[in-house]
């Protein structure tokens, strides 16, 4: 079973002449071909982040139960079936295995688009205990890119809505992203942004972790190698964020890239920490 689009059908939303090499991911039944955009990324904090955020994610792949998905998608039903309502060609930034599709159907589903620089995401999906049975349309075939947010291999003025789910926080340089996003969205669409604004203090031009956070990331590391439960885990969770924004400076962020904020909405508790933030040019 496939669970990825043809490359050819993308063809319309890239510049003439653009290339992507194409890196093979086993999804699961069978090796699947990912069109790959990726440049060397120079940041030393993201790539230290991102491979925080590796390890997290190769956890939960193991540790995922029906009952933890089912959790997920009810925790930000309220998002997309009330707050949100995500329409026409579809970006999601940062989307992994494009979880959102969750919540499209019809044309909306059709056009979705997933980009993320971490196309192992998608690895073993198809055997991922609980995934399916819990998260309808993932088996569906997507339309994935590997590519980074400050670098979208896009034309110009094409998507109606661009969708970055906790992924701010994640980005080398979320002024550049949110920059590429205000350039590839069309004049009448929107950007919905999804961040945990809980902290709201900045990690990035830290010269060195301090030694609490030495210690926290070395007890991580062991109980990741040991396979200790999430709870456990979550304590010592080492930083996967390169920083983390604060309402105030995410606002100013947007409006710094040319943005206008049309509405905002925080989570249900005890998510209350998460804030949805709906812009547009
Ligand atoms: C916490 S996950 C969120 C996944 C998804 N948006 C969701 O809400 O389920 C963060 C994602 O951001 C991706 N990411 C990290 N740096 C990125 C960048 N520079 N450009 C695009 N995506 C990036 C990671 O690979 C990861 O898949």
């Known amino acids: 079973m496939k669970y990825l689009k043809d490359f050819s059908e993308l063809s319309n939303l890239l510049p003439s002449g653009s ?7 086993f999804t699961g039944d069978e090796i699947e071909m990912i069109p790959d955009f990726r440049i060397e990324h120079v940041s030393k904090e993201w790539k230290q982040a991102q491979e925080e955020y590796i390890k997290y994610h190769e956890f939960y792949k193991s540790a995922g139960t029906t009952n933890h998905f089912k959790h ?5 039903k309220e998002i997309y079936q009330h707050e949100f309502h995500l329409k026409g060609k579809i970006l999601d930034v940062g989307g992994a295995q494009g ?11 059709n056009n979705y688009v997933c980009l993320d620089p971490f196309p192992e995401a998608l690895e073993g999906l198809g055997n991922t205990p609980g995934l399916f049975s819990s998260y309808k349309n993932l088996n569906t075939p997507m339309q994935f890119v590997a590519a980074y947010a400050e670098h979208l291999p896009f034309k110009d003025n094409i998507f109606d809505t661009i969708h970055m789910r906790s992924v701010l926080d994640h980005f080398a340089d979320a002024k550049a992203a949110l920059l590429e996003s205000y350039r590839v969205l069309k004049p009448t669409g929107y950007v919905l942004i999804g961040l945990n604004i809980k902290h709201g203090v900045w990690l990035q031009n830290k010269p060195k972790l301090s030694l ?14 040991q396979g200790k439960p999430p709870a456990i885990r979550y304590l010592t969770q ?6 983390d924004w604060s309402r105030e400076e995410l606002i100013t962020l947007v409006q710094s890239c040319g943005f206008k904020v049309i509405k905002e909405h925080r989570q249900k508790p005890p998510f209350g920490h998460c804030l949805y933030l709906l812009i547009q040019k």
């Open 212 to 225: 609490f956070a030495r210690l926290r990331r070395k007890i991580y590391n062991i109980l990741f190698d």
């Open 238 to 243: 080492a930083e996967d964020h390169v920083k």
């Open 72 to 76: 997920e998608i009810f925790s930000v």
């Open 99 to 109: 979880k959102l599709r969750h919540f499209l159907k019809g044309d909306e589903l």
């Open 19 to 25: 290339h992507a090499s194409m890196t093979p991911i």
